[in-house]
């Protein structure tokens, strides 16, 4: 009796040890399988050693553009759309080949590309490859490429009623297919590999006076009847503000149409440095931005600084630096009323007739009352229709500000302009940065001008 109980007792423990050995496999199973079959050495994930991990993407599949152009497709070591322009628009988001461009998007989207099942295993979509749309229009793209000419910079458009990113374009760029011998020791291209509407900042001249003037719309009830002098400069104690031009009288809409420096330096000393700071922080101006596992850079706001160069940082000079997408998306907010949608670039991934991915905005916490949206959006509406000219924009209502801002050195200052248009046809709004440029009025508007019209023609089809 006493040997069959010990031999009980150990087929007892053998089977539970198999049963524990199993439970362990099966919930390691469910839990790691789908990143074992998007390892380092999957035989589906791009191993280009030259590669970050984070850069490794699907080796197969197709990304198109949101007409279902192809932008590239991922077998056999990236075939590139079989127009130049299209490749060298695309790069900033899709990558390049040897890994010098940060470009996370695809790699963010390896699961969905892959449509990996757990249960079912990989191929339960049987043989078709994954199709990945970006909201990008090459179309637009294309033009924005062209009316950039030889200029560097980012110009960038996006649906602030969808968050669909429609155009997001950097300059200079270069063709995959045929990568200049001197693109890195080249000044005219040693910047190639950014992708500036991302991953750069810019001392962003008088588009800053949105914020300010936003500031104070929130903070002061007397502002309407508020009077501000431009005798073509303004004294802060030992220092001076310089303006552009001899303004006059001015009541706050004329000054933010002349972009009165002087004016904009007394509103900041009614405000003041703390409050000022409050609404920067509030509007998310300096904050990153993430979407599509993408992360922007920072921009830069200083509190530490003298009256003068608080003055300064409310007329958008001193230390401020504004990220093109944050700041975008700050505008796009003021568009749809004070809350507005994060961008996006992933439309849809879909492997046969699965969708295993589709793309939406993700609503951002309201930063401005609708009475200051829509007071932004009237003194913003008046720039354009008496200043920069609606001629411009032929069948749009745009509602801009221009900048110029000083970066000092040997460089002209960035040029820039950012808006919307206030249209439920056409919601769209957009930024544009010129690096090395000059005003933001005589470099910017054209740019913006054809890259609209290319937007307005598209949502038209
Ligand atoms: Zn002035």
């Not at 972009?259 to 904009?264: G, H, K, L, Q, Y």
């Not at 003021?334 to 961008?343: K, M, N």
Request: glycine share 8%; proline share 3%; with cysteine.
């Amino acid at each position: 009796m006493n040997r069959i109980a010990a031999r009980a007792w150990v087929v007892a423990i053998l089977s539970g040890i198999l049963l524990g050995g199993f439970i362990f496999f099966v919930v390691e199973f469910m839990q790691k399988s789908s990143q074992w079959v998007l390892s380092e050495n999957s035989p589906f994930v791009d191993n280009n050693q030259q590669l970050s991990e984070e850069q490794r993407t699907l080796d197969y599949g197709t990304v198109v553009d949101r007409d279902s152009r192809i932008l590239v497709k991922l077998d056999e070591g990236r075939v590139y759309s079989q127009d130049a322009d299209i490749r060298k628009t695309s790069i900033h988001w899709i990558g390049g080949r040897d890994g010098n461009i940060s470009a996370p998007l695809l790699a963010a989207f390896k699961k969905e590309m892959l449509a990996y099942n757990t249960l079912t295993g990989t191929y339960s979509y049987g043989d078709s490859s994954p199709v990945t749309r970006l909201t990008l229009s090459s179309k637009v793209q294309k033009v924005a490429l062209e009316a950039m000419g030889n200029y560097k910079g980012t110009v960038a458009v996006y649906n602030y009623q969808t968050g669909e990113l429609l155009c997001s374009v950097t300059t200079p760029t270069f063709d995959p297919d045929n990568v200049p011998a001197d693109l890195e020791t080249n000044p005219s291209t040693d910047d190639a590999y950014y992708n500036k509407f991302i991953q750069y900042h810019y001392t962003p001249g008088s588009i800053f006076k949105i914020v300010t003037l936003a500031a104070a719309m929130e903070e002061l009830d007397d502002l309407d009847s508020m009077e501000f002098s431009c005798a073509g400069s303004y004294t802060m104690g030992v220092d001076k503000i310089t303006c552009t031009g001899t303004h006059g009288k001015q009541n706050i809409q004329e000054a933010f149409r002349n972009s009165c420096n002087c004016a904009f330096a007394q509103l900041s000393e009614v405000l003041g440095t703390h409050t000022l700071a409050k609404y920067v922080e509030q509007f998310g101006i300096t904050k990153a931005i993430t979407f599509d596992g993408i992360t922007t850079a920072e921009g830069r706001f200083d509190t530490d600084a003298s009256a003068v160069n608080v003055a300064w940082s409310a007329i958008g000079q001193f230390n401020d630096e504004i990220n093109p997408c944050a700041f975008l998306t700050f505008v796009g907010a003021i568009a749809r009323g004070g809350q507005g949608l994060s961008p996006y670039v992933m439309d849809r991934i879909s492997v046969g007739d699965n969708v295993t991915y589709r793309g939406s905005a993700e609503l951002n916490t309201r930063i401005m009352t609708p009475r200051t949206a829509q007071r932004l959006q009237e003194f913003m509406r008046s720039n354009v229709a008496d200043k920069y000219g609606d001629w411009n924009f032929p069948g749009l209502k745009v509602c801009a500000k221009t900048g110029t801002g000083e970066v000092g050195g040997n460089k002209k200052p960035n040029a820039m302009l950012t808006g919307f248009v206030a249209d439920a046809q056409y919601p769209l709004a957009f930024i544009v940065c010129v690096e090395d440029a000059g005003f933001g009025q005589s470099v910017c508007v054209p740019i913006a001008s054809k890259v609209l019209a290319s937007c307005k023609e598209v949502m038209d089809s």
